[in-house]
């Protein structure tokens, strides 16, 4: 008898700036999601994109979640350290003629409302990108854990989608389809914000003939201005000196009842009481505004 893979979710930062409330959610909503389930829980550090890095900012962020006791399974990867591996996914994209080398500049997308059917005749570039061919008629639909079926007609709301940028980098919906599949993961937990990246990563997945993860999109939180918080405007960082308070918040914006957790005690305990008692059937859709939670956290709980 052969065993089953292992149910695997993972959580993957890009480090541009400090974890803030909206990524620790993500990151404690997918953990809660993988360790309930029984499910390893790995971490990924997305620094596909030099030029929006910040230094120190990975490490920083799995201090964090080290902070947090939201402890991982496997080794830390680095998508800086896996070129090889989104090189050889597009090779076999080129030689199959299912992607292309694109000439066009920024403006040439931009005139056609920035979705790219068809390269501008006679556009050069020294360093062109490459883009995947999106065939007509591409209407992709998947089932999401919070939002429900999902769809999305790629070739007309998104176009031919980039697979390696024009300076170099590899773009980052290459890269995450390639390290899903290649670390095996089975649920992709995450924040709302890439909902509608998904129906492209299902169709890169489909091309390349690798298996689809299971998703669950979690609520986006909103900053005063209606703006969803954003690691690199550094927006309300979190203080891994003391979790509670922000761990009880992000229980709570995962619509789950605050009297399953214990009101004082060791981190590991509440921990342990947030795995035994969570219930993902209780995510709310969302978004969720940042002063709304901060006013809640102040009062008592059900
Ligand atoms: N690196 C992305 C971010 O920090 C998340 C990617 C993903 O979870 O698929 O927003």
């Given at each position: 008898m052969t065993t089953p893979p292992p149910l695997r979710g993972r959580f993957a930062p890009s480090p541009t700036g400090a974890l803030h409330f909206g990524s620790l959610l993500a990151a404690f909503g997918s953990w809660l999601a993988a360790r309930s389930a029984g499910a390893e829980w790995w971490l990924r550090v997305e620094d596909v994109d030099r030029g929006r890095e910040v230094p120190g900012a990975a490490l920083a962020q799995l201090r964090t979640l080290a902070g947090f006791g939201l402890e991982h399974d496997g080794q830390v990867t680095w998508q800086s350290q896996r070129g090889e591996l989104y090189a050889a996914s597009v090779s076999r994209l080129l030689d199959a003629g299912l992607a292309f080398e694109c000439h066009c500049s920024r403006a040439d997308v931009a005139a056609t409302g920035g979705v790219h059917r068809a390269c501008r005749p006679g556009a050069r570039r020294t360093r062109p990108a490459l883009?995947?061919?999106?065939?007509?008629?591409?209407?992709?639909?998947?089932?999401?854990?919070?939002?429900?079926?999902?769809?999305q007609q790629v070739d007309r709301d998104v176009g031919d989608f980039v697979l390696r940028?024009?300076?170099?980098?590899?773009?980052?919906?290459?890269?995450?389809?390639?390290?899903?599949?290649?670390?095996?993961?089975?649920?992709?937990?995450?924040?709302?914000?890439?909902?509608?990246?998904?129906?492209?990563?299902?169709?890169?997945?489909?091309?390349?003939?690798?298996?689809?993860?299971?998703?669950m999109h979690l609520p986006l939180v909103l900053g005063e201005d209606g703006r969803k918080l954003s690691k690199s405007e550094g927006s309300l960082p979190v203080d891994a000196a003391d979790p509670l308070p922000t761990l009880r918040a992000a229980w709570r914006a995962l619509g789950q009842p605050p009297?399953?957790?214990?009101?004082?005690?060791?981190?590991?305990?509440?921990?342990?009481?947030?795995?035994?008692?969570?219930?993902?059937?209780?995510?709310?859709?969302?978004?969720?505004?940042?002063?709304?939670?901060?006013?809640?956290?102040?009062?008592?709980?059900?």
């Open positions: 883009r995947l061919r999106v065939p007509d008629g591409s209407r992709v639909a998947f089932e999401d854990a919070v939002h429900g079926r999902t769809a940028r024009a300076d170099g980098f590899w773009a980052y919906q290459l890269a995450v389809v390639v390290d899903d599949a290649d670390q095996a993961i089975t649920d992709v937990v995450r924040g709302a914000d890439l909902l509608d990246s998904t129906p492209r990563q299902v169709l890169l997945q489909r091309t390349l003939g690798l298996t689809t993860p299971r998703y009297s399953r957790l214990p009101t004082s005690g060791p981190l590991r305990d509440v921990l342990a009481a947030a795995v035994a008692g969570f219930d993902a059937g209780r995510i709310p859709r969302g978004p969720l505004s940042a002063t709304a939670l901060h006013n809640a956290a102040a009062m008592p709980g059900p």
